[in-house]
């Protein structure tokens, strides 16, 4: 929901901006994959987690980016300032305490709903 709420803010402020969005998600891609695959090799062998971990972590990995590419458009809501210090941090977000998002919550701007990214 975050991820398309973010692309329609940018679509809706400056259109020609974001007819780039998806040159620079084919751009990311690859290197994301890349640097998820040599990250969690250690985890996955160590904690026999499954491959939902790597696509959870490109998702959130190409979030970040996105929203650090058209910060100049829109302010990053959710993946820069919440889902990056976590990883940074060497944690990883695992579920949402607070009420499930609903698909109505992706366009506009109105704030996440209220809780807490869950860390592992």
């Known amino acids: 929901m975050t991820k398309n709420r973010h692309a329609d ?4 402020l400056n259109w020609d901006r974001c007819q780039g969005w998806n040159t620079v998600c084919t751009l990311l ?6 640097i998820i695959e040599t990250s969690v090799v250690r985890v ?10 790597q696509t959870s972590m490109s998702w ?5 980016l996105l929203e650090r590419e058209f910060d100049d458009v829109t302010p990053p809501a959710f ?11 060497g ?4 579920g949402w305490t607070g009420p499930k998002p609903d698909t109505d919550w992706s366009p506009g701007s109105a ?10």
């Open 9 to 12: 803010v940018v679509n809706r």
């Open 29 to 34: 891609r690859p290197e994301i994959a890349q």
């Open 44 to 53: 996955r062998e160590a904690y026999m987690v499954t491959t939902a971990l």
């Open 60 to 64: 959130d990995m190409l979030g970040i």
């Open 79 to 89: 993946y820069l300032p919440i889902l990056f210090p976590i990883y940074q941090a």
């Open 91 to 94: 944690h990883l977000p695992c």
């Open 111 to 120: 704030p996440l709903p209220g809780g807490d990214v869950v860390i592992y």
